[in-house]
């Protein structure tokens, strides 16, 4: 079932860079890193479109829709998880509006930033852990092999998990590495 480990891997590469995000955002709180407003807008960028871009739609277009069918049981599960998909759109806009904000205003927009960057990695942790731990084991359930293997070729065209189906956030990916500091990045 390479859909479940495509899921698992990009889940991965999500969380990430929303750790990097936690760590550098904490070291500013903490007055040990000054804002590197190049940094967090690519931050902010990715954890918008590579989930809109790449992840969700797998899932919105492919697995749910195929898995509501099969499953009585999973379709109250779904319409949560396709809530929570049109609520991680805007809280990651509104994220957006908050950094562009706090890189105006600096000394007052940061508590703002930090507290919907709070909230927002939050929320996803509790995403992430209820396609893993409530929606792919109702689908090791429900489906059938043949199933599996639709999903798979539809999961399957993907360059990497951090980069997505053609490498067009590769270059993202590599300015934030690039530019987070140590541990999480290779920056100073
Ligand atoms: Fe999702
Ligand atoms: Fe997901």
Avoid: C
């Amino acid at each position: 079932m390479k859909t479940i480990d495509i899921i698992h891997d990009e889940h991965r590469a999500l969380a990430s860079v929303l750790q990097a995000l936690r760590f550098v955002v904490g070291e500013i709180r903490s007055g040990k890193l000054q804002p590197d407003f190049r940094l967090l807008a690519a931050m902010v960028d990715y954890i918008t479109q590579v989930p809109e871009k790449v992840h969700h739609p797998k899932e919105d277009d492919y697995f749910f829709p195929l898995l509501r069918a099969r499953s009585a049981k999973a379709s109250a599960l779904i319409d949560q998880l396709e809530a929570q998909h049109r609520d991680g759109t805007r809280m990651t806009g509104e994220l957006l509006q908050a950094l562009i904000h706090y890189q105006s205003f600096e000394a007052s927009g940061f508590a703002a930033f930090d507290a919907l960057l709070q909230h927002y990695l939050d929320f996803n942790w509790q995403h992430l852990n209820l396609e893993e731990g409530e929606l792919l084991p109702l689908a090791r359930e429900a489906l059938s092999e043949a199933d599996w293997q639709a999903l798979d070729t539809e999961f399957s065209a993907n360059f990497d998990p951090f980069s997505g189906a053609e490498g067009e956030y590769e270059t993202l990916f590599r300015r934030i590495v690039n530019m987070t500091p140590a541990p999480y990045g290779l920056g100073a």
